[in-house]
């Protein structure tokens, strides 16, 4: 039976990925400028670290990945069940609430109105709206699924499934609050519950936001572009299962040293460890899928992107697990090391899949050829070249300045007790670091450019190398 699939809320979905990618990147080429060179806040509050960081995180986090997410789900989902979306009514109004939502983040954030819970800075009313998007989204996702065509559920979409139920408890209980106005409220908890509470759903907004719907994206996007069958289906099933249970427990890893129990520290580090096994799986996976289409990798940009992000999902979920040992995490917590890590998985893994994902939906969406293979292939160097340079000089930097605080001298004084010396010792990293985001960005606005020229040629016809298409 012809299925009818609404494209064009995946192609909005693609712009608004697009869109909120430039500007967050750009936010976060300014800050790491700003570290560099503290005058370029021009001593307003606007321009301000402690205001334009937030508007980074979430910019790039609910503006970039999510748009980008919700474009795969709007165009996968409805194919792997070969049944339209349940309402495109629906969808269309997820769309603009969900924008809406960042606006008015960023709005918000600009002005200095937060929570001041990391990756849950957003006031309460913006906090309502997400829930109702949310919510929106969720029912039209399982409506879809009540009403398939295709009985098996591949486990791209189970992936997805773990996102959509897993941030609808975390947001929830993490948000729970006294509003005592328009834009400011408390939170019901307090102390300990609050940072163990805190850092349960920052560990797992990383692991359902920053992980599992890009799996899913994963699983979707390799073997359609290389149209080879997963290389272990067993095995997904497998680390998928095992890779949401041990997660959710792992959230203490944030807060070791800290008054939370000590028992509960060493959970959060148990459990940390063996999500090796769980992400390696994946990545495994995702490897071996690959490999079987290594010809294909060395003449396809979207292929390379798509190994860069794996090797960056290793790294980072190898990396993770040895911060979360104590003795490394008394050397990495809250250095340049942390950012290191954050980013090796943001753009590598992230934004690597994501940028996969716009090449590989772009010439469907339009039904154009895509304009240029080989600015693709420019864009990878240079994005690659960008996030080599921001991983290794946030290593440096990240153990220089955990060595440099914990140094003592002869008599057991501090070695360097005049914090701004560290600080200054740290700056030539830290501008290795923005020449490395600036390279990241120039190498996005090149694809937005192939982008452009292919929607130009729209509807000049575009043969899929997947030949199971619309299977
Ligand atoms: C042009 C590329 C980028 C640049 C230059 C950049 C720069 C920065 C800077 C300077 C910070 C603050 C670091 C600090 O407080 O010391 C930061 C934080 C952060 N960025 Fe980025 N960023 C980029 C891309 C991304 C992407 C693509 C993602 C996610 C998909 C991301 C996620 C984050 C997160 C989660 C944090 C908070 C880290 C933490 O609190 O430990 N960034 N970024
Ligand atoms: C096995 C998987 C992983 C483990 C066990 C892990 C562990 C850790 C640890 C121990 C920290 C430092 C906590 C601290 O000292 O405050 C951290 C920070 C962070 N990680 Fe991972 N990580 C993993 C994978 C990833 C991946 C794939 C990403 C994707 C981008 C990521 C994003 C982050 C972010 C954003 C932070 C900073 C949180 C903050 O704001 O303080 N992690 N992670």
Redesign the pocket.
Known sequence: MEVNYDNQIVRWYVKSAILWGVVAMLIGIWIAFEMVFPVLNFNSPYLSFGRLRPIH?NGIIFGFTLSIVFATVFYAVPRLFKTPMWSPLLSRLQFWLYNLTIVLAAVTLALGYTQSK??AELEWPLDILVVIWWVIFAVNFFMTMAKRQEKHIYVAVWFFIATIVTIAVLYIVNNIALPSGLLKSYSVYSGVTDANIQWWY??N???FV??TPILGMMYYYLPKHTNLPIFSHRLSILHFWSLIFI?IW?GP????YSPVPEWAQTLGMVF??A??AP?WGGMLNGFLTLSQAKEKVRTDATLKFMLVALT??GM?????????IRAV?SL???TDW??G??????LG??AGMAIAAIYYLVPRLWNAKLYSEKLAETHFWIATLGILLYYVSMWASGITEGLMWRAYDASGMLQYPNWIEIVQNLTPFRFVRAIGGTLFLTGFCIMIYNVYKTIQNKGSGFVPTDLREGA
């Open positions: 995180t990391e990756y920052g560990h907004a990383v692991a920053l992980t997660y792992a890893h944030h807060l070791l940390s460890l999500l090796i992400s960056f999902y980072s979920t190898l990396e993770g697990p040895i911060m979360s995490n990495s917590h809250n942390t950012i890590h954050v980013h090796g998985g943001a893994w992230v």
